[in-house]
């Protein structure tokens, strides 16, 4: 890979930067300040019928405009923080422009939905890409974060990952390597950060003290392929420079996971995910570059068999037996008294 300029990631941003790649990105300027002074406005049209309301006491006039104004301050507050929020982002992404002129790459703000078959993008809602560096040469690649939102009111919840995403050479197999270092621990049980689950049968065995640090999972009757891809010399590049990282070979793509959102702003951790696309990945092309799947019947370098394709999904059986419990309920609370009425 060309020796990269970091010098944009610490340049100074203007105000005038902020608008001018707002425009290019034909994004509107930042409402939220109107939005506050609107609300400003509303609560002083209120306080006046407050305070009418309040003359039959004297006494209840004073805490009547107290609770008002603590409104107003803290809807200004607010409005300042968020302000504040979206003027650092901004200004992020100005700074990452700078970075993709400077080195031949693309950045883009934000993409809303994007089409990816890696396992995290076809979950939850409100999906999107943002901060997103981009190649379009030879093998392209992508460095973004994304966020999606499962559930709904106080049951919903927001994801965010930093990814890496590298077109290869060829169609494979379906394979995960999930890294035991970004797992949840509860009381001893180790919990993968991946948002599905599969089945334990297409977990396979690395050679070493690989299984210590990894776990590897393959379509079934792909295991020699799977082992024919993750060779030691590949597991120990993933040890070195992506331990906390998790793997996913889709067709003709390599994504790599963080569980945590990437400052791409930050020159030592942009220098580790290109030392990544730069190492392990092209590791990857190097060692698929003469595989063939025999199992499509010919000698056609760019085809996988169906079984080949996807990775067989573990069902959560904790949702089927709270499915079990709801439908018992629902009967018995709702549909059987109704039932019984005469």
């Known amino acids: 890979m060309q020796q990269l300029k970091y010098d944009s990631l610490t340049t100074k941003v203007t105000g005038r930067d902020v608008d001018n790649l707002k425009s290019l990105y034909a994004q509107k300027k930042s409402n939220v300040f109107m939005n506050v002074i609107i609300g400003v406005i509303i609560l002083g049209s209120v306080s006046p019928s407050l305070i009418i309301a309040a003359q039959a006491s004297v006494d209840t006039v004073t805490p009547v405009l107290l609770q008002v104004g603590f409104m107003v301050l803290i809807a200004s507050i607010v409005g300042v923080l968020v302000i504040q929020q979206q003027t650092k982002k901004w ?11 400077a080195n ?53 919840r927001t994801y965010i990952y930093g990814y890496i995403m590298v077109q290869l050479d060829r169609n494979l197999p379906h394979m995960v390597l999930d890294s035991k270092a970004n797992n949840t621990n509860i009381f001893g049980l180790s ?80 220098q580790r995910l290109f030392n990544v696309i730069d190492k392990v990945v092209s590791k990857v092309e190097s060692q698929t570059e003469h595989y063939i799947d025999e199992r499509v019947g010919s000698a056609i370098k760019d085809a996988i068999a169906v079984p080949g394709r996807r990775l067989k999904i573990r069902k959560s059986w904790v949702a089927i037996v709270l499915l079990f419990f709801y439908i018992i309920y629902f009967v018995f609370s709702v549909l059987y008294p109704m039932l019984s009425i005469k």
Do not use: W
Request: net charge negative; aromatic share 14%.
């Open 191 to 270: 919990i993968s950060d991946l948002p599905v689950e599969f089945n334990k049968d297409q977990k396979l065995s690395l050679e070493g003290d690989f299984d210590s640090h990894f776990t590897l999972y393959a379509p079934k009757e792909y295991e020699q392929d799977a082992l024919y891809v993750f060779t030691p010399d590949l597991m120990q590049l993933f040890i070195d420079d992506s331990l906390n990282f998790d793997a996913e070979i889709v067709d003709n793509k390599i994504f790599i996971y963080s569980n945590t959102q990437f400052d791409l702003t930050n020159q030592a951790l942009l």
């Open 91 to 101: 200004q992020q992404g100005v700074r990452l422009y700078r970075f993709a002129e």
């Open 104 to 156: 031949g790459l693309k950045f883009s703000p934000k993409i809303d939905s994007p089409v990816r078959d890696g396992l995290i993008f076809n979950i939850g809602r409100s999906r999107s890409a943002y901060n997103i560096l981009s190649s379009t040469t030879s093998n392209p690649f992508e460095i973004a974060n994304y966020t999606y939102t499962t559930g709904s009111g106080k049951n919903s």
